[in-house]
DNA sequence: ACTATTTCGTCATGGCGGTTTACAAATTAG
DNA sequence: CTAATTTGTAAACCGCCATGACGAAATAGT
C-alpha cells in the first residue's frame, strides 16, 4: 500500500562545539546522501506542518530547495501516507495557482498517556494536532501497585488505538507522563513519591506493538507549552505542581533532561536554608512553602481529593487563612525562581498543571518578589493555557513530533 | 597557494524538536550536496584534531565514511593547509601501514586576549592547541575608560600576532574575555562592574582584519574545562569568581547562554531571603556572603591589589578569621549550588578562576553543605586545573574550535 | 475576447558526492 | 618466499539536488 523510504539507521553520536545550538529536524542523520534526503523529507513535513496548506512552491521558498526537488520529496512523502494533496488553491494572486498540501489525517497517530495522581487518560494526535480518541478513567492511584494500574492504562490504550484505527490512523508510538523522575532510558520510573512508585520499569510492564517512551508530566507539559502555545519562546521554565513542585527547563527549543534526567527539581531548592527539615535531607526547600501539603496546613485544610479544586474554590470565596497561604506560596516561588531565572536567563516563566488554576493568588507575590530581586525588567511570568491538559498533549504530540523529525523511519510501517 | 574549498554561506535555521541534542561540527550548514561536503571536512577535523594522528582508514571508520571518500576529503584539506601528511606509521600490525594525518601546525591560529582587572593577556594557539605567542601585560584597569585599555589590548594582540606570523601562523580570529555580562551579539559589553564599564562595544574599539568574539570570562573558562579537561563531562556547571560570581552552564558540550546572554548569573542566587540588601535589588545573594568584598570583610581584610592570593596566603598560615571568613563562603556556595544542581543535574561542578586557588579552604563546608541537602548521592565538585589560564585559553581555543567546525569557511583566507 | 505576463508543477540534463569494486603497495605470519 | 592482511587510490556507478525548458492555469492589459 504505502511505499517505503528508507531503512532504520543508527545514531551517529555529535561531537561538541562551543555553542548550544537549536535541535533541528533529523540532525542526528548520517552525512551521505540517505541522511540528507531523510533531514530534507523531514524539513517538508514541518513546514507544511507549520505553515499550514501549502503549495510545493511555497514550501520550496520556505526550506530553500528547487520546486523540482521539493516535488520529489513531497510524491515520496504522499506515496507514504504521510501528506495530502488538498487540490488546487484559490487565490486572488497572479499566476498558476499552486496544489495544496497537507500533512495527512489518515497517517500515523500519535498516543499519549497520563497516569496522575487520581485518573489516567489516554490520547491520540494525529499528524495534524487533532485529537480524535481519547478515554478517560478517574480513580485514586496513590499506593496502588504498578502492575494493576498498567494494566488498567493498557486497557485504555488499546480503546483508544482501537477507535483511532477506526478512524484510518495507525499508532505510530506510545508515550506516557508520569508523575515523577523518569531515567534517561525513558522508560523506569525512578521515584514518584505521590504513587508511591520506585525504580519501576514501565517498558516490561507496558508491551506495545510500537515505540515507548516515559517521561515527567512537567516535562510534557513544557513540550505541549512549546508546541501548541502560540509564539511560545524558545527558551522557557515551566512549572508544574502536583504535590511535588517540578519544573521543565526548555533551552533553544528542547529539553533540559540533566545527565541522569533529574533536571527541574525545583521543589528542593533552597529557599530558606535554615527551614524546617525535608525528606530530600535539605532544609527550608521550596516544596516547605508551596508544596501542596504545605499550603493545606497553611490554610488549615485536611488533605483529600481534589484538594487544588479545593484551594481554589476556597480562595475565590475570600477564605482569609486560604488566601494568606497562597499569597506566602507566591513569595516563596518567587525566591526559587529568582535564583533559577537567574541562573538560566529564560525568555518568560510559565505556570502550569495545578498551578495555573491558583495563578490568581500565587501570582501577586510571585511576581512581586522576582521583581524586586531582579536589576533589570523582571522575566515575564505567564500562566499556561492548557492547564492540566497540558502533560497529555504534550506526550501525544511528542510522538508526533518524532514523525515528522523523521518521516523516513516511520514511512515504513505504515 | 592554498586551494579554496567553498564560498561562505548562510545559516539556515533550524527548527525544534524535543530533544536537546549536543551542538556538532556545522551542524547548520544547509542540507545541500555542499553542506554535506562541509560538514564531512569537519568531522575529518575533529576525528584528527581528537584522536591524534590517524591514517586515512583510521578516519573512515571513525566517521563512519569509506575510506575513498575520505582519501578526497583528506587530500582538500592538505591543499588548504589545515592537516599535513606526517609520513607512514610504523605499526605492529598486520598490513601495510597507513600514512599518519595530523592537524597542521602552521595554518591557521586562534588569538585569544583577556581583559582582567588588574592584567591583560593576549595568546595565540595554534590547530593543535598549543600556546604559540603570549603577552601579558600587568597593571590595573578599574575604572580606566575602555578606550586606552582597548589600545593597549589591541598593541598586544599586534605584538602576538607578528610573533605568530614570523612562526608561519596567520590568525583566524580574535576572542576577548571580559569580567561581566556580554550580549548575544558577541561584541557589546552590557556591564562590567570591576571595569565600571557598561554598554561598550568592543567591536568598534577593536578594528580588527579578522572575526572578533567577546564573551564572559566565566563562559570561555567553562569552555576551556570542556575542551582541555581530560575526560570532561558534556554537562556541567563551572563557577568563577573575580569579585562578582559567575558561572557558566555547559549542557550536551555547549554554552546555555539565556535569551539576553546573561545566563550563569550566581552571584545573585538567593541565599538567604531576609538577608543583607544587594546592588541588584534583591537580599541575601550569594555575593552577600561569597563575593570578594565580602569575604575580605568577613576576614577583617582591606580590599587592595591581589587580594585573592592575601587571602590565599593567610589562609594557608592559619589565620582564624580567614579561614572562617572562607568556611562561611563555602556554605553560601553550597547553598547555592544546591539550587542550581537540583535544577540542572549537572555531571559535576567545576570551581574555577580565583575560586581554584582558595579551593582547600572552600570545599569542605561548599562540599559538606551540598551533601547534606542532596538525596541520593551529591553532585562532586572538582576543582579546575588550569585556574586563571581557563578564561584565555578558552578564548584562544573557541577560534580553533571554529576552524575545526568549519574548514571550507576558512580554508579560503590563507 | 484575446494576448501578454506570471506562477506552478514537471521533465530532461548535468554536476557533485559518497559508494562500490578492483587493484597495486606495503607490511606481518608461517 | 608465499599467503594473508591492511592501506590508499582509481574507475564505474548511483542517488540527490540544481538548472533550464516546457506546458498548464491563473491574472492583467488592450
Not at 18 to 46: I, S
Request: charged share 20%; hydrophobic share 45%.
Amino acid at each position: 500500500m504505502t511505499a517505503p523510504l528508507h531503512e532504520a539507521h543508527p545514531d551517529g553520536p555529535g561531537r561538541p562545539s562551543h555553542e548550544a545550538r537549536p535541535a533541528g529536524p533529523g540532525r542526528a542523520l548520517p552525512d551521505t546522501q540517505q541522511g540528507m534526503r531523510r533531514r530534507n523529507l523531514a524539513r517538508v513535513m514541518h513546514a507544511v506542518s507549520a505553515e499550514g496548506p501549502l503549495s510545493r512552491a511555497a514550501v520550496a521558498s520556505h526550506i530553500g530547495l528547487t520546486r523540482a526537488a521539493v516535488s520529489t520529496l513531497v510524491d515520496e512523502l504522499i506515496r507514504s501516507g504521510l501528506l495530502e494533496e488538498l487540490g488546487p488553491e484559490r487565490p486572488g494572486r497572479v499566476g498558476r495557482p499552486g496544489s495544496a498540501l497537507a500533512v495527512s489525517g489518515h497517517g500515523p497517530a500519535g498516543i499519549g498517556a497520563e497516569v496522575g495522581v487520581d485518573h489516567l487518560a489516554v490520547c491520540a494526535v494525529d499528524l495534524r494536532g487533532q485529537v480524535r480518541a481519547k478515554a478517560v478513567r478517574h480513580g485514586a492511584n496513590r499506593g496502588r501497585s504498578p502492575g494493576p494500574v498498567v494494566e488498567e492504562l493498557t486497557e485504555l490504550v488499546r480503546q483508544v488505538v482501537g477507535e483511532a484505527e477506526r478512524e484510518g490512523l495507525w499508532p505510530a508510538g506510545l508515550a506516557v507522563a508520569v508523575p515523577g523522575l523518569v531515567a534517561r532510558d525513558a522508560r523506569t520510573v525512578v521515584r514518584a513519591p505521590n504513587l508511591d512508585w520506585h525504580d519501576t520499569d514501565l517498558g516490561a510492564l507496558l508491551p506495545t506493538d510500537f515505540p515507548l517512551t516515559v517521561d515527567n508530566e512537567a516535562n510534557f507539559g513544557a513540550l505541549a507549552e512549546l508546541w501548541l502555545g502560540k509564539d511560545a519562546p524558545l527558551d522557557f521554565l515551566h512549572v508544574s505542581a502536583e504535590i511535588g513542585i517540578g519544573a521543565a527547563v526548555v533551552v533553544a527549543g528542547g529539553l533540559l533532561r540533566g545527565t541522569r534526567g533529574f533536571a527541574g527539581e525545583l521543589g528542593h531548592v533552597p529557599v530558606r536554608p535554615d527551614g524546617p527539615e525535608c525528606a530530600c535531607g535539605g532544609r527550608g526547600c521550596l516544596e516547605q512553602y508551596a508544596g501542596e501539603e504545605a499550603v493545606l496546613r497553611a490554610a488549615g485544610l485536611e488533605p483529600g481529593e481534589d484538594r487544588v479544586g479545593l484551594l481554589a474554590d476556597r480562595a475565590a470565596e475570600g477564605d482569609e487563612d486560604v488566601r494568606r497561604a497562597l499569597h506566602d506560596a507566591g513569595t516563596a516561588l518567587g525566591i526559587a525562581l529568582t535564583g533559577a531565572v537567574n541562573l538560566l536567563d529564560p525568555e518568560s516563566v510559565v505556570l502550569g498543571g495545578a498551578l495555573a488554576g491558583l495563578a490568581p493568588w500565587l501570582l501577586p507575590s510571585l511576581e512581586a518578589e522576582l521583581d524586586r530581586r531582579t536589576a533589570g525588567p523582571a522575566c515575564p511570568v505567564s500562566v499556561s493555557r492548557l492547564g492540566s491538559e497540558g502533560p497529555l498533549l504534550g506526550a501525544a504530540h511528542s510522538v508526533v513530533r518524532a514523525v515528522l523529525d523523521d518521516p523516513a523511519a516511520v514511512a515504513g510501517r505504515a
